[in-house]
């Protein structure tokens, strides 16, 4: 599928004419820095060369008409402007119904109904942003059509409030802020804690950033991700009572060692040894790219993934099995758990001469033990979302 092929099917879908608009929205990948979001900590994600494809068109109406070629089966959905609720049968549109609801909640006027075709390349559910890609996308549609004046950073905010409040997901802003925000070759060092950002080059002239995608997702995801962001906030709550902090990303590692025995809970103190430790190794790591040093990028990288499988409890034995597989493969500067965790995909960097032995070895291993057939994507730092047509 490109994007002519997208269009022909808006047309067969939504008939001809009038002034037809194409835009793309990124997948993204988290290089370090993973569930420090919502903890006032600093990530480091990219943008990515796959994503979502939209094709659309302004009604005369009121009625909104939404078509995924990627969802055949569930047809066109149809909703209107009037009726902006979250509902079962609206299936996957309840995510671009909600950016709609989200703009006129936060005071944009939407004078018109709209149609909308999407296509995605993006692997659904395997942690690399395919539901912000379609928040942001859907931000862009209507920011142009009815020329709104909302800035990338807005929209990326306004996804994260659809996200939160129509579609129940209490997720923080790095995945709509990377999708939006991304530039080509370069990473984006994002402080969450007031969305200042950096955006650093990622030249690898020696290695590339693969992803393996472990086919796996455990149905705890939601209920698990709710549950840290509790347990992080408990730990922040006992904290704030020997020192004066507003978010977990303001201490050092120094300083968590000095209140860290004022958290009384044993699983929320190691919440927050993560969640302190993991913003400091992404403050190093990006430093580390600066320099030009990969090899203490990777290390960090390796770090965090022994952080989130022993300290948040996020990773899952099929994941920990990829990443220590990859680990062991010669010419992998690093790997870690990429993404909300419970499944989903790694991120390595991995030497150019390496990167078929990496697919051939981990891919057979996992094989052998999982009887599963791991994906890799050799992936590219692409531009965020925008109009191309
Ligand atoms: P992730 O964001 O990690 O890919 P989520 O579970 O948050 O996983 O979002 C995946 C959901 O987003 C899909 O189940 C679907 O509802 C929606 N989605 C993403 N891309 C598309 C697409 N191209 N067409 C239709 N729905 C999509
Ligand atoms: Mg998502």
Redesign the pocket.
């Known amino acids: 599928m490109n994007e002519k092929e997208l269009k022909s099917i808006f047309v067969e879908k939504f008939g001809a004419g009038g002034d037809i608009r194409t835009y793309f929205a990124p ?1 993204r990948v988290n290089l370090i820095g993973e569930h420090t979001d919502y903890n006032g900590g600093h990530v480091f994600p990219c943008a990515l060369t796959i994503g ?1 494809y939209a094709v659309a068109r302004k009604r005369d109406d009121r009625v909104i008409k939404l078509y ?4 055949e089966n569930v047809g066109v959905i149809e909703s209107s402007l009037d009726d902006l609720t979250n509902k079962d049968e609206y ?5 671009p119904l909600g950016v709609v609801w989200a703009l006129i909640e936060k005071g944009c006027e939407i004078k018109s109904g709209f149609e909308m075709c ?3 390349n ?13 928040e942001v996308l859907t931000g862009t549609v209507l920011n142009d059509f009815f020329g709104l004046n909302k800035s990338m950073v807005d929209l990326a905010l306004v996804g994260q409030y659809s ?1 939160n409040n129509f579609n129940g ?1 209490n ?1 923080g802003i790095m ?1 709509q802020f990377a999708v939006a925000m991304g530039q080509k070759d370069h990473a984006i060092f994002l402080d969450c804690a007031d969305l200042s950002y950096k955006y650093a080059s990622v030249k690898l002239p020696n290695a590339k950033i693969v992803i393996t995608n472990s086919k796996v997702k455990h149905s705890l995801v939601d209920s698990a991700y709710n549950d840290r962001r509790n347990e992080s906030a408990q730990a922040l709550a006992d904290l704030q009572t020997v020192c004066g902090i507003s978010t977990l990303g303001e201490l050092t590692d120094d300083e968590f060692e000095k209140y860290g025995s004022a958290i009384k809970d044993e699983v929320c103190y190691r919440r927050a040894k993560h969640a302190v430790a993991e913003n400091q190794r992404t403050i190093k790591a990006v430093e580390a790219l600066n320099n030009n040093d990969i090899a203490t990028f990777g290390k960090l990288m390796n770090a965090s993934h022994v952080s989130l499988r022993d300290d948040y409890e996020v990773s899952c034995e099929e994941v920990d099995f990829l990443v220590e597989t990859e680990w062991s493969v010669p010419g992998v500067i690093g790997a870690r758990i990429t ?2 965790g419970f499944g ?1 995909c790694t991120v390595a960097i991995v030497e150019n001469d390496a990167v078929d032995n990496f697919k051939n070895v981990v891919g057979k291993a996992y094989k052998e033990k999982y009887n599963l057939d791991a994906e890799f994507y050799v992936v590219d730092i692409g531009d965020g979302a925008k109009r191309i047509g």
């Open positions: 997948g979502t995924s070629a990627n969802i299936h996957w549109a309840n995510y999407v296509w995605g993006i692997p659904n559910g395997s942690g690399l942003s395919s539901s912000a890609s379609l996200e997901c997720c995945d993404g909300g989903g």
